[in-house]
């Protein structure tokens, strides 16, 4: 079964023209999917859809099964406490949380106990054992969102949402970023990202181009320099 349905998926903002305009898409387990496309095209709509935090005016998301979109608060609160992840642009750290705090904060919410060892562990996985107990405005940009990883890994989610989670790094922190990121679907967790950058889109299996709340090219195994290229025809077009 797919992870994450999307159907005839439509939004619009009060009386704007519409930003999705009958959006489909399967996303398969433990896989990675970027969405890419010009500035204004949907992406962040559209994630924010799938993942609930905005309601669509038309169409469905499933997740598992399950109608997202008709989903009350409580359920999708419970689907955030226990399966879904996110990382956004900006790292949403608590800046008065200690990191190894910052990854065990799930569990907290969720009443269940998480060992030292596994936030620590999760920590180290992505390279900051050393930092546990630093607060994160004392980190780069690269390690708080390395802390918002671990933090995934740490609680198992079963999706990770991602809106561009490199856009504010330089791109060695950024590569570092996307060395993790990339090696969750192996541990099971499904990764739905939106990204501008060709060398992070292709670090996903599958590369889903929006232009105009529309999808116009759903793809499999491009290089950076073919995401680029499509990229600059898309741009030409707006
Ligand atoms: N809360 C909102 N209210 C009104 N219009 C909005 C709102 N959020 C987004 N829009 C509009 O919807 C369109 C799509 O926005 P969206 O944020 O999904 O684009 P995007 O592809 O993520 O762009 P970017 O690459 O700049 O992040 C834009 O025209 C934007 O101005
Ligand atoms: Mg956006």
């Known amino acids: 079964m797919n992870v994450l349905g999307v159907y005839g ?66 359920s999708l609160d419970q689907l955030r406490r226990t399966a879904w992840g996110f990382i956004f642009q900006s790292y949403n750290l ?63 989610r079963d999706v990770l949402f991602a809106d561009e989670p490199t856009g504010a790094l330089d791109s060695e922190s950024g590569r570092e970023v996307m060395d993790h990121l990339a090696g969750l679907p192996d541990a099971g967790t499904t990764v739905v990202m939106v990204t501008h950058d060709p060398m992070v889109a292709a670090r996903a299996q599958r590369v889903v181009f929006l232009y105009d709340g529309r999808i116009v090219a759903d793809t499999a195994g491009l290089t950076s320099h073919q995401i680029s290229d499509r990229l600059v025809d898309l741009e030409a077009q707006a």
């Open 9 to 74: 998926l439509h939004h619009q903002f009060g009386k704007q023209p519409e930003v999705l305009r009958g959006i489909s898409l399967d996303i398969e387990p433990a896989t990675m999917t970027a969405i890419m496309g010009p500035s204004g095209s949907g992406k962040t709509t559209l994630l924010n859809c799938m993942s609930g935090l905005l309601k669509p005016t038309g169409g469905q998301v499933l997740y598992r099964g399950q109608n997202v979109s008709g989903m009350s608060g409580t």
């Open 94 to 156: 608590i800046d008065a949380l200690t990191a190894i705090e910052n990854v065990r904060l799930p569990a907290v919410f969720d009443g269940t106990r998480m060992s030292d060892q596994t936030a620590v562990q999760a920590l180290s996985s992505v390279g900051l054992a050393e930092l546990a107990t630093h607060y994160p405005d004392r980190m780069s940009g690269g390690q708080q969102q390395r802390v918002a990883i671990a933090r995934a890994i740490a609680t198992h």
